[in-house]
């Protein structure tokens, strides 16, 4: 079996786990916290990895400016992603972002000159119209038709980046080790996500208005927590929704998804080092998929018969490219 497939593969283990534990906390505490808290427990773990492996920040300017970059996209990816995780439903949020691996493979062909077969794009194509199927609600017609979840933009944005930062690690890899990428890049997202957190904590001090949340947001969870109980989860007559505190479980969750979330880093980046920039994208696209499966099976909630045509057409599409 190559090396790419079972580098991709590991990586959307790690990270189809990681969406449930970051899904459940969000709906705790919020999105932004969650966020920041996971990747201050993933940069602080691959400072570790790389101190005891002797491995230094990158001095290249190239190849610290593009893991910067690499960082700021995953900043930006992983907010979105969690966001529209906890405004949900989970299963479309996750169906929506799984599309990332068909963008990362026209992408890696546009601008690294990668091939990709007749058989291959039409797998693309495929794939394409089964996420705008999972992703869109008929109600009757065209006048009808709307986005299934406020989730979606947030997915759509969420895919786009994470496209964007496999596109960019794969090309900063070639001028440096993939460890070094890597501690770039997640300090770097980490740095950020704590300026972000700052801000917001900034401009939504006060006593009755938590953290990013909005009355429209209130409402959302106020329905897609209904199968998650928690004490901490109420809407005040205010319609502002206060999200709760942090918990012995919310910690182990953010805990638990930084390390997973590291762990799928290491493997994808050291796919890209080694393999094809398509196959590892597109096989670390199949992350969201164990997602869906534990909220269908284990969270109660369902996908429109529209929704599992189109999810079946992502299926049959990823296996298309994935076709030599």
């Given at each position: 079996?190559?090396?790419?497939?079972l580098?991709?593969?590991?990586?959307a283990?790690?990270?189809?786990?990681?969406?449930v534990?970051?899904?459940l906390?969000s709906?705790?505490?919020?999105s932004?916290?969650v966020t920041?808290?996971?990747q201050?427990?993933?940069?602080?773990?691959?400072v570790?990895?790389?101190?005891?492996?002797?491995t230094?920040?990158?001095t290249?300017?190239?190849v610290l400016?593009g893991?910067?970059f690499?960082?700021?996209?995953g900043?930006?990816?992983?907010?979105?992603?969690f966001?529209?995780?906890?405004i949900?439903p989970?299963a479309v949020?996750?169906?929506m972002?799984?599309a990332?691996?068909g963008l990362?493979?026209v992408?890696?062909?546009?601008?690294?000159?990668?091939?990709?077969?007749?058989?291959?794009?039409?797998?693309?194509?495929?794939?394409?119209?089964g996420?705008?199927?999972?992703?869109?609600?008929?109600?009757g017609?065209l006048?009808?038709t709307?986005l299934?979840?406020?989730?979606?933009?947030?997915?759509i944005?969420?895919l786009?980046?994470?496209?964007a930062?496999?596109?960019?690690?794969?090309i900063v890899?070639d001028?440096?080790?993939?460890?070094q990428?890597?501690l770039?890049?997640?300090?770097t997202?980490a740095?950020?996500?704590?300026?972000?957190?700052?801000l917001?904590?900034?401009a939504?001090?006060?006593p009755?208005?938590?953290l990013?949340?909005s009355s429209?947001?209130?409402?959302?969870?106020?329905?897609s927590?209904s199968?998650?109980?928690?004490p901490?989860?109420?809407?005040?007559?205010?319609?502002?929704?206060?999200?709760?505190?942090?918990d012995?479980?919310?910690?182990?969750f953010?805990?638990?998804?930084g390390?997973?979330?590291?762990?799928?880093?290491?493997?994808f980046?050291?796919?890209?080092?080694?393999?094809?920039?398509w196959l590892?994208g597109?096989v670390?696209?199949f992350?969201p998929?164990?997602?869906?499966v534990v909220?269908v099976a284990?969270?109660?909630?369902?996908l429109?018969?529209?929704?599992?045509?189109g999810?079946?057409?992502?299926?049959?599409g990823?296996?298309a490219?994935?076709?030599p």
């Amino acid at each position: 079996m190559p090396i790419g497939f079972l580098a991709g593969l590991g990586a959307a283990l790690s990270w189809g786990t990681l969406d449930v534990l970051s899904a459940l906390a969000s709906r705790r505490i919020g999105s932004l916290e969650v966020t920041t808290g996971i990747q201050i427990v993933a940069a602080a773990l691959v400072v570790a990895i790389a101190a005891a492996t002797g491995t230094t920040f990158p001095t290249d300017p190239f190849v610290l400016i593009g893991s910067a970059f690499v960082g700021a996209a995953g900043a930006g990816a992983y907010l979105s992603y969690f966001t529209g995780l906890r405004i949900g439903p989970i299963a479309v949020v996750s169906g929506m972002v799984a599309a990332y691996g068909g963008l990362t493979v026209v992408l890696a062909v546009v601008i690294r000159g990668e091939s990709l077969s007749t058989v291959q794009a039409f797998g693309a194509t495929i794939a394409t119209v089964g996420v705008i199927l999972t992703g869109v609600a008929f109600g009757g017609g065209l006048r009808g038709t709307k986005l299934a979840s406020p989730g979606v933009a947030f997915a759509i944005i969420a895919l786009v980046l994470f496209s964007a930062m496999a596109l960019g690690t794969d090309i900063v890899i070639d001028r440096a080790g993939w460890l070094q990428v890597l501690l770039a890049s997640k300090v770097t997202n980490a740095v950020l996500s704590v300026l972000i957190l700052v801000l917001a904590l900034t401009a939504f001090r006060g006593p009755a208005r938590p953290l990013l949340v909005s009355s429209a947001e209130a409402d959302a969870e106020a329905s897609s927590v209904s199968a998650l109980p928690s004490p901490h989860n109420s809407v005040t007559g205010s319609g502002v929704s206060r999200v709760g505190r942090w918990d012995g479980r919310v910690v182990a969750f953010v805990v638990l998804a930084g390390v997973l979330d590291i762990a799928g880093l290491m493997v994808f980046a050291f796919g890209l080092e080694v393999a094809e920039t398509w196959l590892v994208g597109l096989v670390s696209s199949f992350g969201p998929a164990v997602t869906i499966v534990v909220a269908v099976a284990f969270l109660g909630e369902r996908l429109r018969p529209i929704q599992w045509v189109g999810m079946a057409g992502i299926l049959v599409g990823m296996i298309a490219i994935a076709l030599p």
